[in-house]
């Protein structure tokens, strides 16, 4: 049990996916603008980083180790991963049409976001097993929302402020990020 | 060996199981959308040029039923087109003027004075880094395709350096207007029958110096068009093609004869 609290400590905080592991920089620059399309992604990206590594760590204990593939892991758990994106999609536009709306593009852009795959392939590092790899992903998707959302307020705030021509826009939000990430490393002090 | 045929045995068992998963989810999991979307897509060219500011042709579709679009909003469709999915949507048809590109500029080779000679990239936007292209008029066609590149419809061929639209193919999506890093290409009606071969702003003098060609803002064509119609103004004449009556006096009067008859 407090292994499990544990991984949810480190991969929300202190091994941060966007802060300090700097996964899914893209999706978290684009989608950042306002704070409900962030809650969105957010969303799409728990739903899909939960399911994509309980696949992943079941395809990768009972089939490549079993046959002594874990060189294939890679291009195995992208086509693992694009298909439950397509068939999540689905399942979503059937049963629940409100969610699937409200997720909108989110959900087929997470296809390529390299966040879900990372959390894949660390699973696979960490030997982590099927409950700890499943628990592993949760986590570091509550970590990526947590940082989309902290950061879509950030940026609410910059859109008032007199930002200097030459740093506007894209600039300005990197330059705001790495301050969040300096902040963030505060947590790698704790020691688990 | 024994070792790779396995591993394409293991993606392939992978591949398979979640193509037939996908493929029984897609039966399965069917969900009914708007008709008319449907019958607007059939309704639609399918060329996906984007003219109408939406991603594709479906796009388009979802917007027009949704009432989010103007139901002539596909320029590339035509009149025809658009009253077809005005019938779809129930509503009167929207007038659309049907366009089509022309290129403003006759400085073909030859004609067109180069600066120097270009053996880049077989790209208008690469080619215009250097210099501005190889022509010495800041304006001219430097024909290296860019527009030819983003026709969805096979409209436009570069001849003799200078890119040349195929009437018959445009339909007036206003892509290559988009594209051309010169910005020299301009939509005009279908039916206009003369345009200025000229997008020089250069004054009359120096435009002589450079094209055999070019507009030099005489004004010749402005003083004599019966129904004011012309206007010669950033160093070359602009129609007006609501007021032009296709009488063809610039036409005859231009010494530069860069008035051309033309469609």
């Given at each position: 049990m407090t292994e499990i609290l544990l991984i949810m400590l480190g991969a929300i905080l202190i091994e941060n996916f966007i802060f300090s592991r700097?996964?899914?920089?893209?999706?978290?620059?684009?989608?950042?603008?306002?704070?409900?399309?962030?809650?969105?992604?957010?969303?799409?990206?728990?739903?899909?980083?939960?399911?994509?590594?309980?696949?992943?760590?079941?395809?990768?204990?009972?089939?490549?180790?079993?046959?002594?593939?874990?060189?294939?892991?890679?291009?195995?758990?992208?086509?693992i991963i694009a298909s439950l994106v397509q068939l999540i999609e689905m399942f979503l536009k059937k049963l629940i049409p409100s969610l699937y709306n409200a997720l909108g593009i989110y959900l087929p852009l997470i296809t390529t976001n390299c966040a879900v795959l990372g959390a894949a392939l660390l699973n696979v590092e960490e030997n982590r097993g099927f409950i700890h790899s499943v628990v592993f992903g949760f986590s570091a998707a509550v970590g990526f929302t947590l940082a989309l959302v902290v950061f879509a307020g950030v940026r609410a705030r910059i859109k008032n402020c007199d930002v200097p021509k030459s740093f506007r826009g894209s600039s300005i939000a990197l330059v705001a990020a790495g301050l969040i990430a300096m902040a963030f490393s505060g947590f790698s002090s704790i020691s688990i | 060996?024994?070792?790779?045929?396995?591993?394409?045995?293991?993606?392939?068992?992978?591949?398979?199981?979640?193509?037939?998963?996908?493929?029984?989810?897609?039966?399965?999991?069917?969900?009914?959308?708007?008709?008319?979307?449907?019958?607007?897509?059939?309704?639609?060219?399918?060329?996906?040029?984007?003219?109408?500011?939406?991603?594709?042709?479906?796009?388009?579709?979802?917007?027009?039923?949704?009432g989010d679009a103007s139901t002539a909003a596909c320029k590339a469709g035509g009149p025809d087109c658009a009253a077809a999915i005005a019938l779809v949507m129930g509503k009167a048809p929207e007038k659309a003027v049907r366009m089509r590109a022309q290129v403003m500029c006759s400085g073909v080779r030859g004609e067109a004075k180069l600066k120097y000679d270009y053996s880049g990239l077989e790209d208008c936007r690469a080619a215009i880094r250097s210099g501005g292209g190889d022509k010495v008029c800041p304006n001219g066609c430097i024909g290296h395709g860019t527009c030819a590149a983003a026709c969805a419809f096979g409209a436009?061929?570069?001849?003799?350096?200078?890119?040349?639209?195929?009437?018959?193919?445009?339909?007036?999506?206003?892509?290559?207007?988009?594209?051309?890093?010169k910005g020299i290409i301009k939509m005009i009606p279908f039916e206009a029958r003369y345009w200025v071969g000229c997008s020089s702003v250069d004054k009359g003098q120096l435009t002589r110096s450079y094209c055999e060609k070019g507009c030099i803002s005489c004004k010749i064509c402005e003083k004599n068009?019966?129904?004011?119609?012309?206007?010669?103004?950033?160093?070359?004449?602009?129609?007006?093609?609501?007021?032009?009556?296709?009488?063809?006096?610039?036409?005859?009067?231009?010494?530069?004869?860069?008035?051309?008859?033309?469609?």
């Open positions: 700097f996964f899914g920089i893209c999706p978290f620059l684009g989608v950042s603008e306002n704070p409900d399309t962030a809650v969105g992604m957010g969303f799409a990206v728990i739903l899909v980083m939960t399911v994509s590594c309980a696949a992943t760590s079941l395809v990768y204990d009972h089939l490549l180790v079993r046959f002594g593939l874990e060189y294939l892991s890679t291009i195995a758990f992208i086509v | 060996m024994g070792s790779i045929l396995t591993a394409v045995a293991v993606l392939a068992a992978i591949g398979a199981v979640l193509g037939i998963l996908l493929a029984v989810a897609a039966r399965l999991l069917t969900v009914k959308t708007d008709e008319r979307v449907e019958k607007i897509i059939s309704l639609l060219p399918g060329a996906n040029c984007g003219g109408c500011g939406y991603a594709g042709c479906s796009a388009l579709a979802e917007a027009i039923a949704k436009i061929s570069v001849v003799n350096g200078v890119a040349a639209v195929e009437y018959s193919k445009c339909v007036g999506c206003g892509m290559c207007a988009s594209a051309c890093p068009c019966p129904s004011g119609a012309i206007t010669v103004y950033d160093g070359v004449a602009h129609i007006d093609y609501e007021k032009c009556t296709e009488c063809g006096i610039c036409y005859e009067k231009c010494p530069r004869h860069i008035i051309i008859k033309g469609n």
